[in-house]
């Protein structure tokens, strides 16, 4: 088998998608998300400039040595650019594997571990008590886990939080939105709003909460710490990670489960918190960590020490990746949970997809390959329009995380 | 002040450089170098699409301000491309300081620790013998220090060593080529070449040696006790250095210095080489590490450590980045070398420079600013042309690093 | 540009200030603050006799090589009278600096990070009734931000508590007072005073807390531990730190904020303490620690592991310092707050400033250079007049940390 | 008993001492040596402005509550000027201890341990052979232990080279010299000089060598792994030693023992040293560390390490100091060496010494107190001349260590 061809789509069903897709000599072609949250651009160049061309004859069976062709090939290693662009490569290369053998690509990673794959849903509340309600609205749907995020009193902007009382999606057109963050008043009224969370709905329901990169390693170890009664599923990204050690601190201090990495890009980001057992779930995606082939491995490692995944899955993500993450999730021994924002309908205008959900879980089809497929006649009616991620300022006006 | 408007340009004279130039109200514009060789149109779609639109009405003079808009403010932190525009932004915003206050950079990053700056030449061998001579034609040019290279017999690419006689660019037209490597015959090899150049040549001179990347932990290991009789100015890149308590073997059996670094990215990168005391020099240039705003706090930690710079300098960049580079090793107290590899001539109809080699230093003018410019009109006759960096496989085939 | 000249000016507008002034051949001068409270006249003659003779006929330009020059030329490294002179020389050199390009000097370190600095304030009540209402009063003013003390029944002398009904002023004229202490009473009522605070005040308003140095570790671990409800901003030098490894024991038991080093001098004296994680503010000020230039140096450093500033502010050190400081507080990334005691009077006849408070921020002119000045003239008025800091012991006579 | 004066007297009997007496209204008074190269006139400042007028009054027996009235109640804690300070107040009241019992101070510290103490002597050559020489020339004159340093061909300034042929004195009258230093060349020669010596005199005789703080702690691995055959008694101060752990490298690679600290100032810099076996022997002088009450408690702890005495014992320091010395070198059971070397016969025109050389070993009288006296008379005939230490410089004009 070659690979005869490969291009890159954009299109924009009412948030931008960059899709790489494969074609083969035999016919057969195979997509990957290449989606990197306003920096899509960037991605769409380092494939077609620097890695289409280069791809064109290869045999794409080759899985494994194309993977370090892209990560060594490009001597400059790693970072969310250049893993994302090999993220969408391997996605569509085992999409093609899949097709090829006219199997799911989950029966090539293990076959079932499981019959379905939990999720969670999201609860934003622009207050407590709506905090409460909208986590019950979800756990009526029949979602077994919910991550609740909640508007703090005198604060302009918590994260998570759509002001505008539509569904929260955090690009906006054009520039970057400065949002403005206050950790002191945050960290005073969270464990609050996991005490009404509880007293509404006892200890059943899995709740986890994303700290969203903002707290510093000893704010972090005091949530974390004050959340222990509350018994989190998970707390998210507690501080921003570019220290691995930072997260120490809120391991000497508390019991709660520590979940990271949606924002790391390759393996290597985590040898320091698995070997130290700082972390317990890993939540790099396929898209933005190098694909199946590199997340496979990761798992592995991760498989000794007892961490878990629990990928990163909000609808910055194209289906591509969320069809990607499902066989994988079905197939690990040590998966964890899956995160799940449902898109809008108009993504499915452009995608056809092989998923559902129901009691709080997704299933998958037997569908060759990953199962989804792109209408690029479709996709050319919502072409790329430029949008940015909120930047992050404290009280005082210093850049921070957002 | 205001930037008014910003553009990428892109010129191949000889080869690719890509060049950010911010533009402000007052007429002043700052240079800054934003080339990522072999991935140089993903830097450019980066800054073009992503940070050019931001960057239009800032404060010019909030340079730490502005540095953390772009590296938090991306939410996906940090990588090659990321970090070289970032680079690029910071580095033109400097040139832009120091023009609107009249003076050349260095005076703005504590005035001169030197009078001029130690570098290091290239002698690259098709032979021991002809690597001694090369030695030897650096030496005799007034270098106080040489990296040298040597070709390995029975093994078909060395790293830094061009088989056609012309001086040695690692990156080629089109496609990657492929070279293939033994580590095993480089091991036996290598420690003959610096005792052949220690008996030509003595004790005085500083002889440097490049690993790239290729060995094992325990090969380095290896390798640097076996150098240590002829008592190297620095081993570089003894290992891939994703991993960085890979460098902890090397420590262990060696005293040989050493340098790594020239892809890393963030001083986040150097934290545990610095704090552990594992490596001597920091390699990560001015272009590809977040540019002049973040070198200068990751020299500022490592001074405390007393790990001194010795940054990248290779044609790859352009003379923008090297002379950023100089006004820094000029002010900075814990300088240790700077590489240095002459541009082609070519080069300098494109960019004007000031800067000049005499007795194995460079010395810079006091041109206010960086004190580098771009003829735009004469960097269009030289349009981009897609080179690619080599991929490196061992004897058996496997994909390895380069 | 060459020194021509340098004095020092001692002076007494109601306490000691030593101040540094230098000349250049450019008419431009410099001011640097040189006081160390209670120990003046040692640093007084550490500048005349050994530095001023060194300093004239250097260039006020190189301000990283007259750092090192005086700073590892004097062989005897470190020490708060050796940094302390150190630090006035490199503050009137970046005041030079700025008057030269006619800039404020906080556009040559990065420009603004944020609009006006946050600050506390203090509230010392000789009851607990009388801290809550004292702190009350600050509250009211805009303050965001309060340290509180308090005096604890059945102790002579609890840390920062005027019995006279007037403003605090540690140092007393002539020889030292004798304060009497005693920790156990102190760890058993201070917890109740910030139970008392947050009862009356809320969540909302930041409490800061001086231990001043007077607990063991293991008491220390306790006070953090016991102030844990009532979340404080921070824990402000808990032990006297020479034993860096002292720290740990705190950093095990609780997830209090620690600040801690206003008696430190060198960056050295927080390797330790950033690398462990141990800190989470940097209360070394620039007069005492070897000015911008090496603080400069160490915020960087902290900023890789999330350590900010919480510079020693009180009214010991010159509006030179304040204003320095203030500059450095602006510009750097990761500033915390800072500590604002307001001079009386009489000294802003003799320096005139830059700087005002509202909302409890302080805001800086655009002045060129640090932007503060003294009346050489005035200052004549105000003659040195001895007085010392007290020394502490505690209840059956052993001399304690005061 | 109590103090009824103190006053300090400053002679340059060929070189600037600073001598502390304090007077007590029992007609005893006591001596302490308050001498700072390069810095006398702070210390001076310090005692007289700041510290004897709190003496006054004070009963001189109690020596442990006088030192830390005087160690914390400055609040700025440590640092060369402030423990220099402390120990010739502390000296002085041993001193008058000793007379008011009518006995020697060794007989106050516990005795003898020995019967007389070990000393080294120093052999600085200008050449290979001429370091030989001298060395055999100290070795002919009884002493069992010889400090050797020697020019380093290519290198202008070697530390301890007289070039005139004289003795050593590093500080020269007036400003500081400027001495350049290149670690490479000294790093090769080094070991061959003491190739040298033990090929001349076998391996009875003890040979020491000072690095005086110019290595990096890679260079300082290195210089004490290649001198390993060479089985020095120790070499000394081999990194500059503000940052511990760098000695951790020296200690991975080598059995060489190591001495350090004549610039430390408190046992504090002492703690990570002894407790992780970093050092063998401990170089802080009595006179810069807080004098005997502040030695013997870090003494004391070192004996738990089996880590001994190498006081620094330079002419640096007066008579006064190396009497104290001897007493406390007597006395103590983990006594290692004594540096030596003798004052020139000016000084003794000005102090009266109570001891004396015979082979290699120096012996004390049974005199009351320390033994020494100081003729104020005489001292007036040689007035203070401000003299300082060099300043060091790399090759390239980097202020480096001297």
Redesign the interface.
């Known amino acids: 088998m070659k690979i005869t061809e490969a291009r890159v789509i954009v299109c924009s069903p009412g948030r931008n998608f960059v899709t790489l897709k494969i074609v083969t000599d035999q016919g057969i072609y195979g997509l990957g998300d290449a989606t ?11 494939l ?3 890695c289409i ?2 791809l064109i004859g290869m045999n794409p069976e080759n899985t494994e ?1 194309i993977w ?2 892209f990560y ?12 994302t662009a090999i993220a969408a490569i391997d996605m569509a290369l085992w999409d093609i594997r899949g097709k090829s053998l006219n199997v799911p690509v989950y029966k090539l990673l293990g076959g079932k571990s499981r019959d379905r794959v939990l999720v969670y849903a999201h609860a934003n509340g622009v207050s407590l008590q709506d905090a409460v309600e909208k986590a019950g609205v979800e756990i009526k749907k029949g979602f077994k886990a919910v991550r609740v995020q909640c508007a703090v009193p ?1 604060v302009s902007h918590a994260y998570g939080i759509a002001r505008d009382g539509r569904s929260y999606e955090p690009a906006s057109k ?3 939105e400065t949002q403005v963050f206050d950790t ?2 945050y ?2 009224f969270i464990p609050e709003v996991f005490a009404g969370l509880r007293a509404a709905y006892g200890t059943d329901i899995n709740l986890l909460h994303d700290v969203h990169h903002r707290c ?4 972090a ?2 949530l974390a ?1 004050d959340l222990e009664p509350f018994h989190l599923f998970w707390l998210e990204d507690p ?2 990670g ?2 691995k ?2 997260l ?2 809120i391991r ?2 508390s019991v709660t489960p520590i979940a990271i990495g949606e ?1 790391f ?2 393996g ?1 980001d985590f ?1 320091t918190l698995i070997t130290e057992q700082l972390i317990d779930y890993i939540r790099m995606p396929l898209a ?1 960590g190098g694909g199946i082939t590199h997340l496979q491995k990761l798992a592995a490692f991760a498989s000794f020490y007892q961490v878990r995944t629990g990928f990163h899955g909000a609808t910055d993500l194209s289906p591509v990746n969320l069809a990607a993450s499902l066989h994988f999730c079905l197939a690990v021994n040590n998966f964890g949970i899956l995160e799940y924002m449902p898109h809008q309908d108009v993504v499915h205008e452009v995608f056809s997809i092989n998923y559902s959900l129901s009691d709080g879980h997704l299933q998958i089809s037997d569908a060759p390959g990953l199962g989804v497929d792109l209408d690029e006649e479709r996709a050319r009616k919502y072409p790329y329009a ?1 949008a ?2 909120p ?2 300022r404290r009280e ?7």
């Open positions: 990197l949250n306003g920096r899509e651009k960037a991605v769409v160049a380092y077609e400039e620097h061309p280069a040595d370090h062709y060594r090939g490009a001597y400059w290693k790693g970072g969310p650019v250049t893993m005198g054009g520039l970057p002191g008043k960290l005073d510093t390693p000893i704010e170890a005091r710490k501080v921003s570019e220290l050690e930072g120490r601190l000497k201090h924002v890009n390759t290597f040898t933005h430029m940015s991620l930047v992050g005082d006006g210093t850049l921070w995380y957002w």
